[in-house]
């Protein structure tokens, strides 16, 4: 009887409760997303003038050779990610867990510093870093070595200006996930393979990897989605330009310029459905391979 | 549902369970007044901010809505000639002032839905290429042509200054200054070694006179000055332009055909390519409009640069100890007898078509930017040389100018202001811009990797270049159905 008098009384107090969020998703997530599914079938000059072009977007993409282009660049930033980034963030994390190393606390500090100011500071006090004659790079190493004071990096090395400045940027960023994730490794499991006469590799290998196998998927996930977003960096370093030939064009840079500088929103989609089916591939991998082991 | 069930079961035991019955209480009035609290709560939230939004106030401020750039150096010209406006007017005028890509981003977000937007917006060169991109009816800008007719200004105005702001036959926008360009160059430097600049006529003969001051000062191997500042990449591709303008260059036809890949494209970027080619550099890439810039110009590291009028105030804001030291000289031209001048950048000042107050922003586009007097101060304190042709008389542009020597810099400025080449308002001119200067870049590292030292030897890789950059600016114009109808 209570049961009954109790849902006869409530019946639609669950809905009441989830309205808010149903609403805030409705109206910001999921209006939006069919929306941009319906743009990137029209060309557009604003919401206001729209032609539907059904497929032509997404052909157009295929043969535009900026859009290539820019997936090229993109590529390149996020295996440069995959392969320096993250060995270097798990290097570091790794050397400030030892408890010899003075002052961690400072060095962490430090190396997180570039995640606090943000991409925009450090895209500015890069293009200092990398200016021709004034620049403190062309500085030092002219000093040190006699190297061309002039040398123009930002002409003729924009990717790897770039990677420079995204690692100066994240390193720090990713490396406080690892300290986090080397602090929870079992500390008997260590002393158990130390025991057994595993060496500090064997360690790190057979004990220390496997433990923080979750946070590492996470970690390579969480880059890999940064690096194929990768937008302020680039822009601030080029001057809001994407560099001599296109050098420093990346997927998302061009959803801008799309987007927002020439005003088509709708080829600015279809390029956002392209990079999310893009992001769907790694991110399906990292769950699958990742919740595999886990399970295992 | 367990909790139900549970508390169903419990309710009909017959032993008193004074645990039970008051965990039973608190947990019914837990749920109570957890629902209870929320749905209040969110109610009188969502309530609260509904009233809040419909009976706010309107702080719509009275009188005209003014959209300016942030230029803080001649801010003063403007709040004087405002503030005599609102004493002859009667009338307010409220100024925001905004960064690039702030008012940007209000603009369009303004003329797309269509909500209140300012009745006067000033902005740069390199925001209006993008109102073009669209339908003509989509362009947020009131067409100036017939108010320009009517107040007899379209004949007195410098007509190849108003190119950038023109689109489709119709002119959405009063220039602020003509933003002709000359050469500024090191008298000090070039006096000293005795070279006559008066006898400079070309470009060639302004490299092949000036390349002995290319010189490794502190002998580490490299040199420590050139003879030209020039872009080399493709931040903007202002520069390279702004020589295939002077050489008659162009990346659009009239009708906007993309025309990328022509003879003087090609000569001009050859040249830039053979200036910028190690080991014979003649010019360099420095970041202009900074302090850095404004260090290597202080120190000598370049010999002239190329400055518009208003460029002419930067120098004296923040290269004084340069002042007495450099001259100005119409630009080396391509060949003899040929243009001695091109065009950087400019604003310019436009009237939203959807404001309610035309007739009034008209009226304040004209005291601010056509007015006697405000023309007067404007060029007396930020250089800047008006476009009205029939303001050019005026004697405050024969005055001589210390920072330059004594010389006569406005008229130098105005001498050459009919022969500014015009500025196409094509939707894709930035594109263009980057495109071509990046095509600059690679065929100077061609020449390098090569060896070529004679432009000749490079017009097929130039029009190789070019035609590749064409193609690029090709297939983003002809993607843009609007602009094909």
Sequence with gaps: MAQAKYRLHNPLAPYLFLSPFLFIIGVFFVYPLLQSINLAFHQTFGPGFQHFVFLDNFLNLLHDPLFWKALRNTLTYAVATLFLQIPMALGLALLLNQPWVRGRVFLRLIFFSPALVGPVFVGFMSTLVFAGRVGLLNRVLNWLFGFNPDYAWLQNHVMGALIIAGLWMYVGFNMIFFLAALQNVDGDLLDAARIDGAKAWQRFIHVVLPSIRPVFGFVVLLSLIGSFQLFELPFVLLNQSPGPDNQGLTIVMYLYQNGFEIGDLGYASAIGWVLAVILIVPTAFQRFYFGRKEEN | ?485
């Design chain 2, 1 to 485: 549902m367990g909790y139900v069930s549970l508390l169903g079961k419990r309710s009909n035991c017959r032993r008193f369970e004074p645990r039970a019955a008051i965990r039973k209480t608190v947990m019914k009035r837990a749920q109570f007044s957890n629902q209870s609290m929320g749905l209040i709560a969110i109610t009188g939230l969502a309530v609260v901010s509904g009233l809040y939004g419909l009976l706010r106030p309107d702080n719509e401020p009275e009188g005209l809505t003014f959209w300016r750039v942030n230029e803080s150096w001649d801010r003063e010209i403007y709040s004087r000639a405002i503030e005599d406006w609102k004493a002859e007017s009667n009338r307010q005028v409220n100024v925001e002032v905004l960064g690039d890509l702030g008012l940007w981003q209000r603009m369009r977000s303004s003329f797309f839905s269509g909500s209140p937007v300012a009745d006067l917006i000033e902005m740069h060169l390199e925001i209006m290429m993008g109102v073009y991109n669209g339908p003509e009816e989509a362009i947020g800008f009131l067409d100036l042509t017939e108010l320009l007719q009517r107040d007899g200004l379209l004949e007195v105005i410098n007509r190849p200054t108003l190119s950038p702001w023109s689109s489709r036959g119709h002119i959405y926008g009063i220039p602020v200054t003509v933003s002709g360009v000359l050469l500024a160059y090191r008298a000090d430097i070039v006096e000293e070694a005795g070279i006559d600049m008066a006898a400079i006529e070309t470009w060639d003969e302004f490299m092949d006179t000036l390349r002995p001051l290319v010189q490794d000062v502190d002998g580490d191997g490299f040199p420590d000055r050139y003879l030209l500042e020039m872009e080399e990449g493709s931040r903007t591709g202002s520069w390279v332009e702004m020589l295939i303008l002077q050489a008659g260059g162009r990346y659009f036809d009239p009708d906007g055909k993309v025309v990328i890949n022509s003879e003087t494209n090609a000569r001009v970027i050859s040249k830039i390519a053979l200036w910028g080619a190690r080991p014979d550099k003649l010019i360099v890439d420095i970041p202009v409009f900074t302090l850095a810039g404004n260090q290597l110009l202080n120190d000598g590291y370049v010999v002239a640069w190329l400055v518009s009028d208003w460029r002419t105030k930067f120098m004296k804001l923040y290269l004084k100890p340069l002042a007495g030291k450099v001259k100005l000289m119409p630009i080396p031209a391509w060949e003899k007898g040929g243009r001695r001048t091109s065009v950087l950048g400019s604003r310019m000042l436009g009237i939203p078509k959807t404001g309610d107050n035309i007739e009034e922003s008209w009226d304040l586009v004209k005291k601010l930017y056509l007015d006697r007097k405000v023309c007067r101060d404007r060029y007396l304190e930020s250089d800047g040389i008006t476009p009205l042709t029939s303001l050019w008389d005026d004697p405050i542009y024969d005055q001589p100018d210390p920072f330059f020597m004594g010389q006569k810099k406005g008229r130098m400025f105005i001498e050459q202001a009919p022969e500014v080449p015009e500025i196409p308002s094509s939707a894709y001119n930035l594109a263009a811009r980057r495109a071509v200067a990046s095509a600059a870049k690679n065929l100077r590292d061609f020449a390098e990797e090569k060896g070529i030292t004679t432009s000749e030897d490079l017009y097929s890789k130039a029009h190789e270049l070019l035609a590749e950059a064409e193609a690029g600016i090709r297939f983003l114009a002809d993607r843009n159905s609007f602009l094909r109808q």
